[in-house]
């Protein structure tokens, strides 16, 4: 039974997240935006773009002013640990972009600010990612031999803040945070063991990486592998390319966002049904307001961020 309020009041901060929020405020006015002083542009341009109020005090009086049920931060990456404390301090649940935290020591004071943390990994919300998840678990594979997820985007143009590791953090935390994420909740718990990321060919984003890869075990000895970059040919006619692979003793998953494809040594590839779920932007705030989901909820938020941050250690 969801404590949801009738009609949620939305607080979005910052402009260069994702804010998936966006979705389940039912009333422009539902909906309040912040600026983020490093990109401030970036809120009042999104701002426009969906119909809500631009805030431009301070975050404090947001909330006092809008009264939100829960805040969707999306600022500046290396700044969002330090919205969403001052938010937790407040008693706001919050949903936050990854990366939450960018240090152990950023994590450990949003630990201490206590309260509800949901991380913004929308690739859990997919159907696809969620059978994956539970034929591993009822043996449909066999055991798990190799797992690898990819994410790959077109370069762009990116933002100037993209050269500045305190505020962009880095690629293995911003986007290949999505395929480690992914590994980790279709095949449990992961140890690092290798990690590099490094800037190849893109000097407009220099110093920030240009691709990252990340290597893990599995408690029975397989390997999981994660790599992301911004090599994307521009000549595709979509801007990224998802998908993970995870084969076993008895046979494969193949995933991509719409699809899950089982092949095993019996059978040849059959698409697996998916189900109809609710949308990421009502996942997302059911887990916030209530936490009672391993899909999304403060524990994983917790678990994932650091897992990544011990990832991190390991390219540096």
């Keep these: 039974m969801s404590n949801r309020p009738d009609r949620t009041r939305v607080l979005f901060v910052g402009g260069a997240g994702h804010h998936f929020l966006r979705t389940t405020v039912e ?29 431009s005090g301070e975050l404090e009086e947001a909330v006092e002013t809008h009264k939100p049920d829960v805040a969707n931060v999306g600022t500046v990456y290396g700044r969002a640990w330090a919205a969403s404390e001052r938010l937790l301090k407040l008693g706001i649940p919050v949903v936050s972009d990854k990366p939450v935290a960018a240090t152990p020591e950023q994590l450990d004071r949003l630990r201490s600010a206590g309260g509800r943390l949901v991380t913004e990994f929308d690739w859990r919300a997919d159907a696809s990612l969620q059978v994956a998840r539970q034929a591993v678990r009822d043996g449909r594979i066999g055991d798990v031999v190799l797992a690898r997820a990819q994410k790959t985007y077109k370069l762009g143009r990116r933002p100037a803040w993209y050269a500045d590791p305190d505020l962009y953090t880095s690629t293995m935390l911003w986007i290949n945070a999505h395929g480690i994420d992914a590994l980790r909740f279709v095949c449990g718990e992961m140890t690092p063991v290798f990690a590099r990321q490094t800037n190849a060919a893109s000097p407009s984003i220099t110093p ?25 040919a521009a000549g595709h006619d979509t801007h990224g390319d998802d998908h993970l692979v995870v084969r076993g003793s008895t046979g494969e998953l193949v995933v991509t966002r719409e699809t899950c494809v089982l092949t095993t040594h019996d059978a040849s590839p059959v698409a697996l049904p998916l189900p109809e779920l609710p949308t990421l932007g009502d996942q997302l705030l059911d887990a916030a307001l209530r936490d009672e989901t391993d899909m999304f909820a403060t524990r994983e938020t917790f678990a994932t961020a650091e897992l990544l941050l011990s990832t991190t250690q390991l390219s540096r």
């Excluded at 920030?208 to 994307?232: Q, Y």
């Design 27 to 55: 009333r422009p006015e539902g909906g309040l935006f912040v600026a983020d002083p490093d990109d401030p542009g970036a809120a009042e341009s999104k701002a426009e773009r969906l119909g809500f109020a631009l805030f």
């Design 208 to 232: 920030g990486e240009d691709h990252a890869v990340a290597i893990f075990t599995l408690p029975n000895g397989a390997t999981a592998i994660a790599h992301a970059d911004f090599a994307r």
